[in-house]
């Protein structure tokens, strides 16, 4: 089985910061591509931003600039440092990674979402 668990959402106002993290566990060989979405109020899903195993990076054009993501390979770990955090940017964040087990395809990974709500 995998499991992805993020963390790191809250309440914070305009031009405040927040750390989001996603952590896969399981029985996992290798750990390819992994993906933070969001959610918002209006049900829109958006890719915000990607990373290759590699540390290759693309954003969402909005975030460009006031998000950061990084990863850890060794923990099979991603982070989302977000800054300047904007009313716009109240969503559930989702994490997805691209996942092989031993004797299984690559496969796609959904954690269970983490809420950000900036507001004053």
């Known amino acids: 089985q995998v499991k992805l668990v993020e963390s790191g959402g809250g309440l914070v106002q305009p031009g405040g910061s927040l750390r989001l993290s996603c952590a896969a566990s399981g029985s996992i060989s290798a750990v390819s591509a992994m993906e933070w979405y969001r959610q918002t109020p209006s049900n829109l899903r958006e890719l915000v931003a990607g990373i290759t195993f590699g540390g290759s990076t693309n954003y969402l054009d909005s975030v460009k600039g006031r998000f950061t993501i990084s990863r850890d390979n060794a923990k099979n770990t991603i982070y989302l440092q977000m800054n300047n955090l904007q009313r716009a940017d109240t969503a559930v964040y989702y994490c997805?990674?691209?996942?092989?087990?031993?004797?299984?395809?690559?496969?796609?990974?959904w954690g269970q979402g983490t809420q950000v709500t900036v507001s004053s």
């Open positions: 997805k990674a691209e996942i092989k087990q031993e004797s299984l395809p690559w496969n796609d990974y």
